[in-house]
């Protein structure tokens, strides 16, 4: 007699918020204490990445297996394309073997999230995987609240800008919107500074790193930061 053949596994994308565990959602909790198999992403094979810190109390060890994906940080798109072929063939091995899999990110999975990457590929190659993404608290959400700094109301205009952006779309991007967020902003932090000076913006700034961990830091007086080497797990609100 034929064995049955395994029913495909589902593919969750779970977003676990800032850092806080408080923050992380019911739901992500229930899916993360139950799924047999955790795709945690990092940027080097040494410990553990940012979002498995976060989920480090849920975790069964015994019964759950938690797999690292190397991502190495500084790698442009078309760098990292072997990297995400080899994600998205570990993640179908388990998948195809029947096992339900969730795809932890810092965050929220669809702002800026590893995940996205991951989904991309597998929803390309193998469509008839049943997905779920579970929204997480994003780090902008989070900064706003920490710091105090609401993000828009009413009719105001909000930008999320990354790293990736030239000097005119800075200008650009501040002069337009009433609220500019600035992901990933440890590498570009003094050439924005630069143009916040000259828009007269430096007081309507707050700097936050690692929100809502123990290691949080915020800061209203940016310039004291300028030459500093600043966490990647940062980000500036600019609101006028
Ligand atoms: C690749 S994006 C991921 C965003 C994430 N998916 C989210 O929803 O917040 C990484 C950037 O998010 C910001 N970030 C993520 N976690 C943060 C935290 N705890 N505190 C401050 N900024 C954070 C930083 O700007 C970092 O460079």
Redesign the pocket.
């Given at each position: 007699m034929k064995a049955n053949k395994p029913t495909i596994g589902r593919l969750y994308g779970v977003?676990v918020g800032?850092?806080d565990p408080e923050l992380i959602t019911l739901k992500a909790r229930r899916i993360l204490s139950q799924v047999p198999v955790i795709f945690a992403p990092q940027k080097d094979d040494r410990g553990k990445g940012y979002a498995s810190g976060i989920i480090g109390d849920i975790i069964k060890g015994s019964e759950q297996k938690v797999i690292k994906l190397v991502f190495p940080m500084g790698k442009d798109a078309t760098e990292l394309v072997d990297f995400w072929r080899k994600a998205a063939e570990s993640i179908w091995h388990h998948l195809s073997k029947g096992l339900d899999c969730a795809f932890v990110?810092?965050?929220?999975?669809f702002?800026?999230?590893?995940f996205i990457y991951a989904f991309e590929v597998l929803k390309k190659s193998h469509p008839e995987v049943s997905i779920e993404v579970i929204p997480?608290v994003?780090?902008?959400n989070?900064?706003a609240a920490r710091a105090l700094v609401p993000l828009a109301s009413g009719s105001q205009r909000i930008a999320i800008l990354p790293a990736t952006y030239e000097d005119k779309n800075i200008r650009e991007t501040l002069e337009h919107f009433d609220t500019v967020v600035f992901?990933?902003?440890?590498s570009v932090f003094d050439k924005v500074l630069d143009i916040l000076k000259e828009l007269n913006l430096v007081d309507k700034c707050v700097y936050?790193?690692?929100?809502?961990?123990e290691d949080e830091e915020i800061i209203t007086d940016i310039t004291k930061l300028r030459g500093k080497k600043l966490d990647?797990?940062?980000?500036l609100i600019v609101r006028r």
């Open positions: 977003g800032p850092g990110t810092e965050g929220d999975p702002l800026y999230g590893t997480g994003s780090s902008i989070a900064t992901l990933k902003i440890h936050v790193a690692r929100c809502t961990t990647y797990f940062s980000l």
